[in-house]
């Protein structure tokens, strides 16, 4: 601060104390040795000396973590560890992408598992972000409400000495009496909304105390996100189940294809409730640029809640989630199952239903496996069979892809399928990935010229095994889709604290806190010299404006004497200080406040 600025401080006193809550920042860097003075000599001295050091140095460092400048660093730094988070796939959300992930990036996945990007909001690192912006959000807004209190209790700060130093300053002549005039001021404004009080023959009034409110209601609801996410990881849960037209799910861990429990809700929290999938609609874009992108994108669903609650019709989109049970379904994807039927060596059917298929581009074509444990040869010995293959919605061939779906409606849909037979190792009791075929124990079919068996299918045809192991027949298509159940506190918290703390940013940018003076004294000529001066410490621009109106609205009270002395000692007695002694008698024009420039009477 410069000797100007400083002096202009001191001439103000309490008129020109800061406006707002914010704690002074502290200019001093803490050095070793800063903080305990002189050591005294000997063991004892030694050790006050070094608990004087600590306790300095645990102060600096909790102004530092509890200053405004640091918590934006904190901010800031959260805002970037989430990157992450949405760029690597995440073990609480897909086990199966981040698998994949892993599978495909042999290097890099070791260092990413050391950093813990895999689960980057549960990481360490995360955490320690996130709960020193906690405690520097904490430490900032207790002082500071306790500070707002004290203003709001506080009444106006007396007139300054010397208004005219003032930013906006405007004065002139009038014959009402001084008291005529102080009312007259009081009145206009406590219209304007400004709390007042009379101070010698001053009136001292201030307005805006909304903006530190609307600060310190910023912070809280910064305070109250943080607070609602936490709460919301905690007692967060989530789980996926892909589901075939026709068949349904209940809310129970069996059901589940992957489940991920939070801290503080488990299996036992579930809340009792189901649905099933009546039918899924789906339509796409033929033509143009955007050529095979979803239109339409839901499922129809029955769902109940309860163990005997009544159905209710339901409709799943990708951006309209279901609440039901205290949790929500949401759609994340479909596919297709094709439906078949499967006869052993003995002629019995060993296994006919859908088989879901998992789709490998945006056009949906389609991998899986059949498999068919419980199948015998035509000798009547154990051969379990397994089929392997591709689904294309609309079928197309060419040199350079192979099979493959041109787009992802049903216009030509083929079941491409490989057939193998021997042990399948689902008697060995270990569990089984129903998306793949392990083949270390089972053997292609080969047909007379030793060529593998493989066949293109469309609905209605068969694939014949040789040696009359058995036949699969392609029946039809239907239509899957795969939901995420999610159960999650705390979203109507960060919600009602996201729009406080817009509500508070507003408050704080807008809202202009300032201070306005009128003082009434009677000169040697029997003239009453009026003095209008304001500060506003946000550099409100509306300050000069606001000198206006209120000029304007004391002109009733205290009209402009027209007539003024030219008397050099009379014009010296009445003005604030020598310096303006000097100047020339104000006019009616030239009393209109103006901002840093303003007129000198």
Not at 184 to 195: C, S
Not at 246 to 265: A, I, R, V
Not at 492 to 514: E, K, P, T
Not at 593 to 598: M, Y
């Amino acid at each position: 601060m410069s000797t100007t600025d400083t002096t202009q401080e001191q001439d103000l006193g309490a008129a020109g104390a800061q406006l707002s809550t914010a704690p002074a920042e502290e200019s001093a860097q803490a050095v070793p040795g800063s903080f305990g003075g002189v050591r005294a000599p000997g063991f004892g001295g030694t050790l006050a000396w070094t608990g004087r050091e600590a306790r300095g140095w645990i102060r600096w460092m909790w102004r530092q973590l509890t200053s405004m400048r640091v918590a934006l660093i904190l901010l800031f730094l959260l805002s970037l560890a989430a990157v992450p988070g949405s760029l690597v796939p995440q073990t609480s959300v897909d086990a199966v992408k981040v698998q994949d992930f892993q599978d495909a990036h042999k290097t890099l996945t070791p260092i990413y598992q050391w950093l813990g990007l895999f689960h980057v909001y549960s990481s360490a690192w995360f955490s320690a972000i996130y709960i020193l912006l906690f405690v520097s959000l904490a430490g900032c807004i207790i002082p500071r409400s306790r500070q707002f209190v004290g203003q709001l209790r506080a009444e106006p700060p007396a007139a300054p000495r010397n208004l005219a130093r003032l930013p906006a300053y405007a004065t002139w002549r009038t014959d009402a009496d001084p008291e005529q005039v102080l009312h007259g001021a009081r009145e206009a404004l406590r219209r304007r909304r400004f709390r007042t009080r009379t101070s010698g023959s001053a009136v001292a009034s201030e307005k805006g105390y909304l903006r530190e409110a609307g600060n310190l209601l910023f912070h809280l609801a910064l305070f109250g996100l943080l607070v609602s996410f936490a709460v919301g990881a905690l007692w967060k849960a989530t789980g996926g189940k892909l589901i075939i037209e026709g068949d349904g799910f209940t809310n129970n861990l069996t059901q589940y294809d992957d489940f991920t429990p939070g801290t503080f809700y488990g299996p036992d929290d579930l809340d009792p409730f189901g649905f099933s999938l009546d039918s899924f609609d789906a339509t796409y874009a033929r033509s143009g640029a955007d050529k095979g992108t979803p239109r339409t994108f839901r499922a129809n669903v029955h769902y109940w809640t309860g163990a005997d609650g009544k159905e209710h019709k339901g409709v799943i989109g990708s951006n309209r989630p279901l609440a039901v049970g205290g949790e929500k379904v949401y759609l994340v994807g479909h596919g297709y199952a094709p439906v078949v039927t499967v006869r052993d060596g003995q002629g019995e059917v060993v296994f006919r239903g859908p088989v879901a298929f998992l789709p490998q581009d945006s056009d949906l074509t389609s991998t899986g496996v059949i498999k068919v444990p419980d199948a015998r040869d035509k000798d009547g010995e154990k051969d379990q069979l397994a089929f392997s293959g591709i689904f294309t919605p609309t079928f197309t061939l060419d040199a350079a892809r192979g099979p493959h779906s041109s787009f992802p409606a049903l216009d030509y849909p083929a079941l491409i399928l490989n057939a193998y037979h021997g042990d399948l190792g689902v008697d060995s009791g270990l569990p089984q990935n129903v998306y793949q075929l392990d083949t270390k124990k089972m053997k292609q079919f080969k047909d007379r010229h030793g060529q593998p068996v493989a066949a293109s299918m469309r609905p209605g045809e068969s694939l014949n095994l040789p040696d009359g192991s058995g036949t699969l027949t392609f029946n039809g298509v239907r239509t899957w889709a795969s939901f995420q159940m999610t159960h999650q506190v705390g979203n109507g918290w960060a919600l009602v604290s996201a729009v406080a703390a817009i509500a508070g940013l507003a408050g704080s940018l807008f809202i202009q806190r300032r201070r306005v003076w009128v003082r009434a004294r009677r000169g040697a000529d029997g003239t009453t010299l009026v003095e209008l001066a304001g500060l506003g410490r946000s550099e409100s621009a509306r300050i000069a404006e606001e000198l206006d109106d209120l000029l304007t609205d004391l002109t009733p009270f205290a009209p402009v004497r027209h007539e003024e002395p030219h008397d050099p000692d009379v014009a010296a007695a009445d003005t604030p200080d020598a310096a303006e002694s000097a100047a020339a008698p104000a006019t009616p024009e030239e009393s209109q406040p103006q901002s840093d420039e303003g007129a000198r009477a």
